[in-house]
């Protein structure tokens, strides 16, 4: 194995391994489980803190802010080591949770998940960039597997524990919980890392750079969020968001090609199987996460369930991307072509929504399950072999900054698919009544609409990632 940082060769066992990646489940766990847990007790918050109108903000915020912090986690990982970046984000996740705990308004709500986001920003970037230190391409799907399990878990018990502790305890304990699940994790990794063989190199930290992707993610983020929630989509404060957006976007593009060491090197961008890898998982990510999102409302308004009810029928699809995530790993580690799996996955993933499209309300329940469950196999198929051919096709020094710049395109894709999905359902709402759709037949037909974009953008994320080299598989770590 490489050099552990201090001039001599380690070994690290098998159990030793299986240690670091508990630690790193434990790291990643609150992070996942912060996207799903906050979302059903979001109407308790507001009437406890009495302040419902910037009640959104307590998930845009972190969404702003953990997606602008990942691609600077992986530079400094690449930078300073993966044991002290990770360490520092899990601290600051957990400091950021207790001041959430603590918030005594919405505002200040808001501000303390800006803070639990920088530290949640490098939880899975790290993570992930960890286990690509630990074990060659070959044998590291199979631990990206382990990461699609954790993300189930955390999508079925959020939900749960949110709701549990709004209604039994009190809110407070959905963020008190992540501070023995942060200590846990940074008593295993502190020790453990420790052996871990390090790859950084003499770097210098492109602070022009990253101050203007953050300006750029935040931008675009919130004329996303905004645009035809709050105003207009072709009003002044979101065309000037977009205006801003583009301009930083443009200005960074020319930072890129011009900084002595940007903040993303040009070569990297330039790397065929990064660009489509990162861009697939992104759109696949748009379309998934905006489906978690929207599809509750669908259950309720088109087919009268419960909130409960409605939460229950998102299990198939919160379930099963694990199995496609098991499918894929399996072929990733023993054929040749692994890319058929996911490319397969998705063109049965856009298929299983034009049912919903052309009978958007005659269908049975028990039909559009099975439909979400293909949809979703397909989904899980996507995340480990991208993860994995763009940690292939990249050297170990820019390990971190490869596998973060992935995670941010699954963070913005997320933002977008919400985005974009949402002005389908509530501005179709507004165009037709100027209030609220007051039949289920009238939001039928809105939600068509929804799953016909959902099929066009995992169609979209198939024709990318086809497009996306399948070079063979490591064996054996490089030398950084």
């Not at 990942?70 to 990770?86: A, E, N, Q, V």
């Not at 919980?177 to 003499?202: F, V, Y």
């Not at 977008?416 to 037949?441: C, K, N, P, Q, W």
Request: hydrophobic share 50%; glycine share 10%; aromatic share 8%.
């Amino acid at each position: 194995m490489s050099d552990a940082g201090s001039g001599e060769k380690v070994e690290l066992t098998r159990k030793e391994i299986g240690a670091i990646v508990t630690g790193l489940m434990f790291a990643m766990f609150p992070g996942a489980l912060d996207t799903t847990i906050v979302a059903p007790a979001m109407p308790t918050i507001g009437r406890e803190l009495g302040d419902a109108e910037h009640l959104p903000w307590i998930v845009t915020a972190y969404l702003l802010i953990a997606t602008a912090a990942t691609p600077l986690y992986g530079k400094l990982s690449d930078i300073h080591g993966r044991r002290i970046m990770l360490l520092v984000a899990i601290s600051i996740f957990a400091a950021g949770s207790a001041l959430c705990a603590l918030a005594p308004s919405i505002i200040a709500l808001a501000l303390a998940r800006a803070v639990q986001a920088i530290g949640g920003g490098g939880l899975m970037s790290v993570s992930m960039t960890v286990v690509g230190d630990l074990v060659p391409p070959r044998e590291r799907v199979r631990y990206q597997v382990y990461t699609s399990i954790m993300w189930t878990t955390a999508s079925l018990a959020g939900p749960v524990l949110g709701g549990w502790f709004a209604e039994k305890w009190h809110w407070s304990w959905m963020f008190w919980i992540n501070l023995p699940l942060c200590l846990a994790a940074w008593l295993i990794i502190d020790s453990k890392l420790r052996r871990l063989p390090r790859h950084e190199r003499p770097h210098q930290l492109d602070f022009p750079g990253a101050i203007l992707l953050v300006a750029a993610s935040i931008l675009f983020q919130l004329a996303l969020s905004q645009g035809g929630a709050r105003y207009p989509w072709l009003s002044g404060p979101i065309l000037g968001l977009f205006a801003g957006a583009a301009v930083a976007t443009a200005l960074l593009v020319w930072r890129l090609k011009t900084a002595k060491e940007p903040l993303i090197s040009y070569t990297l961008l330039s790397n065929r199987i990064v660009l489509t890898g990162a861009c697939s998982v992104g759109m696949t990510m748009a379309v998934y996460v905006a489906l978690s999102i929207y599809l509750p409302t669908y259950f309720e308004a088109v087919h009268g369930f419960s909130a409960s009810q409605s939460g229950l029928a998102l299990l198939p699809l919160m379930t099963c991307p694990t199995i496609g995530a098991l499918t894929a790993g399996r072929a990733m580690s023993r054929v040749r072509h692994y890319k058929f799996v996911p490319v397969t996955g998705l063109a049965i993933a856009s298929m299983a929504l034009l049912p919903m499209f052309f009978w958007p309300d005659g269908l049975s329940v028990t039909t559009i399950e099975l439909l979400l469950m293909l949809a979703a196999t397909g989904v899980g198929a996507v995340f480990p072999v991208t993860t994995v051919s763009v940690q292939n096709a990249v050297a170990l020094h820019e390990l971190g900054t490869a596998t973060s710049l992935v995670t941010f395109t699954r963070n913005l894709g997320s933002a977008l698919g919400v985005a974009a999905f949402g002005a389908i359902v509530i501005g179709g709402e507004h165009a037709r009544t100027g209030s609220a759709v007051a039949t289920a037949a009238e939001f039928a037909s809105l939600f068509r609409w929804t799953f016909l974009a959902g099929s066009l953008g995992f169609l979209i994320a198939l024709l990318v990632m086809s497009r996306m080299e399948e070079r063979p598989l490591r064996d054996q770590r490089l030398r950084g």
